[in-house]
């Protein structure tokens, strides 16, 4: 039997042989050409396409491709000139482009496999489902606009908007001295009417309060002077009167009278602009939407309506309209706090206007008054002093209800209509909830010649200035 010995290798048993076995005799070396051929096995071309075919399941390939470069593959093997002769028509961009077709036709049918098989999925679910209705996603090319313009919106009612700078005195207190002191301040406010003689403008009490000189400043710039008509200090409305005498011919063509609005219809989330003297640097708008109704404020009466529409110091006074161009608020408060952002509040127009019209036509009710000058007893000042908490009466106006119950200057009040005060705020908090002609008990101490402090009762008949 003829074995099979691979010349390059050396032999276990030949001399070449380098480790330590001993040497032995070589065997007799087989002509090359008398030696068997040892052949490789090769795959038929039937288990060379199955594999192909497996392949092409299994990844997903696209037949065409496979069968193309396969028989690319097989030609060139076989005689490049039949190659040539073959695809002599076609040149190696075609042949890509074909194969880039090919290969996107078989990604659109596996789409549309999984887009059926999923369409049988829905339909092996219950009939309940049947009866949801999906909201559809709106294309990303849509667009949703407002049913308003707010610069037509600003143009039609800057007119009746009219800015507002007021000068007064301030008056501080040091124990029992008092020092005054200039101040100014800037607000906004509404042209809600106007007769032969005057024009009518409501804005905040707070605005004008403690005012020894209003200004109105209109939008084509003029500036004429106002007085107080009256005012409710609860609500924080008040009305000023600005005479026509004093405007120019221009300026009364120029302005016209605010459109106003139902508040009792609003609706959350209706849009909000408002407009006012923002820090006193003139008219400016701002937008925004209505948060909430019937908002309560802390330290303020009443109920507000809440927004989102920038409401800054100088915008007291000014409007919160509605997308129709009417006044639905007077834009008093906004809520400030490093927390807080986006939270401002406007008196309804409803309730301001019964309150306006009140003051236009002269029936709105007097607000009684006791005509004192005071300062406030704490409970520091009291024990070193030995006087009682109180409030230390400096002056009484001549002619005033106080005057009129005896009260003299020197007495303290402890006691008003049976509530305890300590603050000049808590006495006019107290007397503003009496009306006029109401008849209230007051308790001071008194001292006499030796300094020391007399408890007495006194009966106070309320009345209007």
Known sequence: MLEYHDPMKPDENSGMNTGTQPQQQMRPQTPPEQRPVKKEKKDSFGKKLGRTVILALVFGLVAGIVFLGVGLGGAKLRNRNDVEKEYSDKDYEELREELENLKEEQQQTSAKVETEENEDDKDDTSDDSQDIDVQQVSSSAATTTLDYDVADIVEKTQPSIVSITTTGTTQ??????????????????????????????????????????????????????????????????????????????????????????????????????????????????????????????????????????????????????????????????????????????SIPINEAMSIINDVISG????????????????????????????????????????????????????????????????????????????????????????????????NVTLSAK
């Open 172 to 345: 501080y207190q040091y124990f029992f001295q008092t020092y005054e002191q200039p101040t100014s301040g800037a607000g906004s406010g509404i042209i809600i009417g106007q007769d032969d003689d005057v024009l009518y403008v409501a804005t905040n009490y707070h605005v004008i309060k403690d005012s020894d000189e209003i200004k109105v400043g209109f939008n084509d710039g003029e500036v004429v002077n106002a007085e107080v008509k009256g005012y409710d200090e609860d609500e924080d409305v008040a009305v000023v009167t600005v005479p026509k005498s004093d405007m120019k011919d221009s300026t009364k063509d120029a302005v016209t009278v605010a459109s106003i609005g139902d508040s009792t219809a609003l609706q959350v989330g209706e849009p909000a602009i408002a407009i006012g003297n923002a820090l006193g640097y003139g008219q400016s708008v701002t937008v925004g939407y209505i948060s909430a109704l019937n908002r309560t404020v802390e330290g303020s009466d009443g109920t507000f309506i809440q927004t989102d529409a920038a409401i800054n110091p100088g915008n007291s006074g000014g409007a919160l309209i509605n997308s129709k161009g009417e006044v639905i608020g007077i834009n008093s408060v906004k809520y400030v706090d490093s927390t807080v952002e986006g939270m401002g509040f």
């Open 363 to 458: 029936v709105q009710k007097a607000e009684p008054y006791l005509g004192v000058t005071g300062a406030a007893i704490d409970r520091q000042y009291a024990q070193v002093y030995g006087f009682p908490m109180g409030i230390y009466v400096k002056e009484i106006e001549s002619g005033s209800p106080a005057e009129n119950a005896d009260l003299h200057a020197g007495d303290i009040i402890v006691e008003f209509d049976g509530q305890e005060v300590y603050t000049n705020d808590a006495l006019e908090s107290l007397i503003k909830k009496c009306d006029d002609g109401d008849n209230v008990e007051m308790v001071v101490y008194r001292a006499d010649e030796t300094g020391n402090y007399e408890k007495m009762t006194l």
